[in-house]
């Protein structure tokens, strides 16, 4: 067994892989970004070794720098953790020429299963069901429409060396093609450095279920069961669980039989997870599942599969990157229960998801038997614009699946995110959805339930802002309270100034505040029995959670927050005015700009692209009219509210 590891990764994965190192006896190695220098996995680890700035492409992503760094340290091996270099045969092969060993596949292995096209040609010969589509090499978009046709509409276009939902475009008619087309390959090209697609047929009512395999170094292979992954949002996976729902023993053993074939066929060793889709539309069943992709890593999910057998994967991995044999076979593999896990992201709902940044003023979970959560920050950490958003993977674990998701819905409510928005409130609305806990659906089901499970984004939940408002009078008085010990002739509270209005023993008085960059007013009232606030005529919530940060107070209330300062500190803080100011979304860089000034435009044209967490959000016109200013251009780094451009409306 190996003494050392270098952990070549960030955050909650690299803050698990640490904890299982240590708990085996390794010395543990992080690294970190310019940016990262105070994170959390920087602490968990023995030592830690900085690697440049805080673009992941400076630092992360550069392989000479992590290899210098395990040379120096005398790791000796180097654990991936997912995402990063955690695919790339180059880093396999540099640890190789090193004398580090990869914990993780050999680096054929891992080229065989990265281009999709590849992989799908060897998947065939291994006798594992494909999806049909078009896997080629030639990639004239006159070409990929052509056969695009010849598939038959919907179809699902798919960056040959992508995953994560990167490079991936559904088109539903041929008039769409092209356009959908074009954003593929420039989102592949960005995320991966490679801008060739394929072309699949999209499956009907689709569900996502990918089975768990690991490898040793000795020729054994098995499955460590499924996990459904069917919730998704932009194709990236939002909630697993594990058994997925429908699945029988004989239909396991039959994907777990061809997920292990894929395995085999590529020499693999180490923990891999086999991707199918599978026709949901009649429930899973014999024959309706076909291959989609390999994962040579450790996936982001894997505690579902671990709360449901027992094991500890990380330790699997050290164990099989160190020579030693799987431990269990096939028909010694078990299973106890039902796990589900949330993806806990600094993004809001309520905006389109948009990724949300900033410091983390408060940060808690429950705690109880039951209930995991992996993370990688704490409160006073930062949520930065240059990696992703997550905040943390909250897993439960349950004897039924029905318990199972009471659980995690009530943990997510009961989870404490104040300062960037989170997407909380959003997961314990999917968990406590109807036709999710019946099992009715399929990896459209989010987009088909939207409306339903995010709040309009002009509601405004005024119980909130009134507990915002009781928190600052509060606030104020234990100010003044303070004051009167220095200053015996002070007030003892805002209720003894002379100026207040008095009727009937009653004094009264307003509050004027911002809440969630809308000017509201609080009512305060004082009775001799007590204060009353409300905000038109709503009182303060009793279910919520108030957390003060300097000048504001964040309201956490069922999974949701609200921003509320005294209106005196919100300068500037209020949402844009004018209805033609076209401003950022979100933290990123302008890829495109289409229009010029002076140019007409109508309402929903495209205007620009902005692109943030490699992802691409198209900006589009809010009214009919000529473009004014433009304040962008092409390759600029905006901030989060950054005036774009301005439409001047038509009259």
């Given at each position: 067994m190996f003494t050392s590891v270098l952990?070549?990764?960030?955050?909650?994965?690299?803050?698990?892989?640490?904890?299982?190192?240590?708990?085996?006896?390794l010395r543990t190695i992080a690294v970190y970004s310019d940016a990262d220098a105070h994170a959390l996995h920087v602490r968990a680890c023995d030592e830690a070794y900085g690697i440049g700035p805080a673009p992941a492409a400076e630092s992360y992503l550069v392989i000479d720098q992590l290899i210098g760094v395990a040379r120096r340290a005398k790791a000796d091996c180097i654990h991936p953790g997912y995402g990063f270099l955690s695919e790339r045969a180059e880093f396999v092969e540099a640890c190789n020429a090193a004398g580090i060993v990869f914990v993780g596949p050999p680096a054929d292995a891992m080229r065989a299963m990265g281009l999709?096209?590849?992989a799908k040609a060897l998947m065939e010969q291994a006798g594992v069901p494909v999806v049909p589509g078009y896997h080629g090499e030639r990639q004239e978009p006159k070409f990929l429409k052509e056969k695009a046709?010849?598939?038959?509409?919907?179809?699902?276009?798919?960056?040959?060396?992508?995953?994560?939902?990167?490079?991936?475009?559904?088109?539903?008619?041929?008039?769409?093609?092209?356009?959908?087309?074009?954003?593929?390959?420039?989102?592949?090209?960005?995320?991966?450095?490679?801008a060739r697609v394929l072309i699949e047929k999209y499956v009907a009512s689709p569900r996502h279920v990918e089975l768990q395999v690991f490898a040793d170094n000795h020729g054994n292979?098995?499955?460590?069961?499924?996990?459904?992954?069917?919730?998704?949002?932009?194709?990236?996976?939002?909630?697993?669980?594990?058994?997925?729902?429908?699945?029988?023993?004989?239909?396991?053993?039959?994907?777990?039989?061809?997920?292990?074939?894929?395995?085999?066929?590529?020499?693999?060793?180490?923990?891999?997870?086999?991707?199918?889709?599978?026709?949901?539309?009649?429930?899973?069943?014999?024959?309706?599942?076909?291959?989609?992709?390999?994962?040579?890593?450790?996936?982001?999910?894997?505690?579902?599969t671990e709360g449901i057998t027992g094991l500890d994967l990380v330790e699997w991995q050290f164990r099989v990157a160190s020579g030693e044999k799987l431990s269990l076979r096939q028909n010694e593999v078990r299973f106890d229960g039902h796990a589900i896990e949330a993806r806990l992201y600094a993004e809001d709902p309520a905006r389109?998801?948009?990724?949300?940044?900033?410091?983390?003023?408060?940060?808690?979970?429950?705690?109880?038997?039951?209930?995991?959560?992996?993370?990688?920050?704490?409160?006073?950490?930062?949520?930065?614009?240059?990696?992703?958003?997550?905040?943390?993977?909250?897993?439960?674990?349950?004897?039924?699946?029905?318990?199972?998701?009471?659980?995690?819905?009530?943990?997510?409510?009961?989870?404490?995110?104040?300062?960037?928005?989170?997407?909380?409130?959003?997961?314990?609305?999917?968990?406590?959805a109807r036709d999710f806990r019946a099992g009715h659906f399929d990896t459209g089901f989010i987009d088909c339930n939207m409306a339903a499970l995010v709040p309009p984004a002009g509601d405004l939940d005024k119980a909130a802002v009134a507990c915002a408002a009781r928190a600052l009078v509060e606030r104020e008085?234990?100010?003044?309270?303070?004051?009167?010990?220095?200053?015996?002739?002070?007030?003892?509270?805002?209720?003894?100034?002379?100026?207040?209005?008095?009727l009937s023993g009653t004094r009264a008085t307003t509050l004027a505040l911002m809440a969630d960059g809308r000017a509201v007013t609080a009512s305060?009232?004082?009775?001799?029995?007590?204060?009353?606030?409300?905000?038109?005529?709503?009182?303060?919530?009793?279910?919520?959670?108030?957390?003060?940060?300097?000048n504001a107070i964040y309201v956490l209330r069922g999974g949701r927050q609200t921003r509320v300062m005294p209106r005196d500190y919100a300068a500037g803080d209020a949402a844009a005015g004018g209805d033609g100011l076209v401003r950022a979304p979100m933290h990123g860089k302008v890829l495109a700009i289409f229009v010029e000034k002076g140019a007409q435009v109508v309402q929903g044209q495209r205007l620009a692209i902005v692109e943030a967490m490699k992802m691409e959000h198209t900006l589009v016109a809010p009214v009919a009219g000529t473009v004014g200013d433009v304040a962008a251009a092409a390759g600029d780094q905006v901030a989060e509210g950054a005036k774009i451009m301005v439409i001047d409306a038509a009259s």
């Amino acid at each position: 067994m190996f003494t050392s590891v270098l952990i070549a990764n960030r955050g909650e994965i690299a803050c698990r892989i640490a904890r299982t190192a240590r708990r085996m006896g390794l010395r543990t190695i992080a690294v970190y970004s310019d940016a990262d220098a105070h994170a959390l996995h920087v602490r968990a680890c023995d030592e830690a070794y900085g690697i440049g700035p805080a673009p992941a492409a400076e630092s992360y992503l550069v392989i000479d720098q992590l290899i210098g760094v395990a040379r120096r340290a005398k790791a000796d091996c180097i654990h991936p953790g997912y995402g990063f270099l955690s695919e790339r045969a180059e880093f396999v092969e540099a640890c190789n020429a090193a004398g580090i060993v990869f914990v993780g596949p050999p680096a054929d292995a891992m080229r065989a299963m990265g281009l999709k096209d590849r992989a799908k040609a060897l998947m065939e010969q291994a006798g594992v069901p494909v999806v049909p589509g078009y896997h080629g090499e030639r990639q004239e978009p006159k070409f990929l429409k052509e056969k695009a046709y010849e598939i038959g509409y919907p179809v699902l276009i798919k960056a040959v060396a992508g995953g994560g939902g990167k490079g991936m475009r559904r088109v539903e008619k041929h008039a769409d093609f092209d356009a959908a087309l074009e954003g593929a390959m420039r989102e592949a090209q960005n995320a991966f450095g490679d801008a060739r697609v394929l072309i699949e047929k999209y499956v009907a009512s689709p569900r996502h279920v990918e089975l768990q395999v690991f490898a040793d170094n000795h020729g054994n292979a098995i499955h460590l069961g499924e996990r459904d992954c069917s919730l998704q949002r932009r194709h990236q996976k939002v909630i697993e669980e594990a058994p997925a729902p429908g699945m029988t023993d004989a239909l396991r053993a039959e994907m777990g039989a061809a997920a292990v074939a894929a395995a085999k066929a590529v020499g693999y060793s180490g923990a891999g997870t086999v991707e199918f889709i599978a026709d949901g539309s009649g429930g899973l069943k014999s024959g309706g599942f076909w291959f989609m992709e390999m994962n040579t890593r450790l996936q982001v999910e894997h505690p579902v599969t671990e709360g449901i057998t027992g094991l500890d994967l990380v330790e699997w991995q050290f164990r099989v990157a160190s020579g030693e044999k799987l431990s269990l076979r096939q028909n010694e593999v078990r299973f106890d229960g039902h796990a589900i896990e949330a993806r806990l992201y600094a993004e809001d709902p309520a905006r389109g998801f948009l990724p949300s940044t900033g410091r983390l003023a408060a940060l808690s979970f429950p705690e109880g038997a039951g209930l995991r959560v992996d993370t990688g920050v704490e409160t006073g950490s930062v949520v930065t614009p240059f990696y992703d958003p997550m905040i943390a993977k909250v897993i439960a674990h349950a004897p039924t699946r029905e318990a199972a998701l009471e659980r995690l819905a009530a943990a997510l409510e009961g989870s404490v995110v104040a300062g960037p928005r989170s997407n909380a409130g959003f997961l314990a609305a999917l968990c406590r959805a109807r036709d999710f806990r019946a099992g009715h659906f399929d990896t459209g089901f989010i987009d088909c339930n939207m409306a339903a499970l995010v709040p309009p984004a002009g509601d405004l939940d005024k119980a909130a802002v009134a507990c915002a408002a009781r928190a600052l009078v509060e606030r104020e008085c234990e100010r003044i309270a303070l004051q009167t010990v220095d200053d015996p002739v002070a007030p003892a509270s805002p209720w003894d100034a002379a100026d207040g209005f008095q009727l009937s023993g009653t004094r009264a008085t307003t509050l004027a505040l911002m809440a969630d960059g809308r000017a509201v007013t609080a009512s305060v009232e004082h009775h001799g029995n007590g204060m009353f606030v409300t905000v038109d005529g709503q009182a303060p919530a009793s279910d919520a959670i108030a957390v003060a940060d300097g000048n504001a107070i964040y309201v956490l209330r069922g999974g949701r927050q609200t921003r509320v300062m005294p209106r005196d500190y919100a300068a500037g803080d209020a949402a844009a005015g004018g209805d033609g100011l076209v401003r950022a979304p979100m933290h990123g860089k302008v890829l495109a700009i289409f229009v010029e000034k002076g140019a007409q435009v109508v309402q929903g044209q495209r205007l620009a692209i902005v692109e943030a967490m490699k992802m691409e959000h198209t900006l589009v016109a809010p009214v009919a009219g000529t473009v004014g200013d433009v304040a962008a251009a092409a390759g600029d780094q905006v901030a989060e509210g950054a005036k774009i451009m301005v439409i001047d409306a038509a009259s």
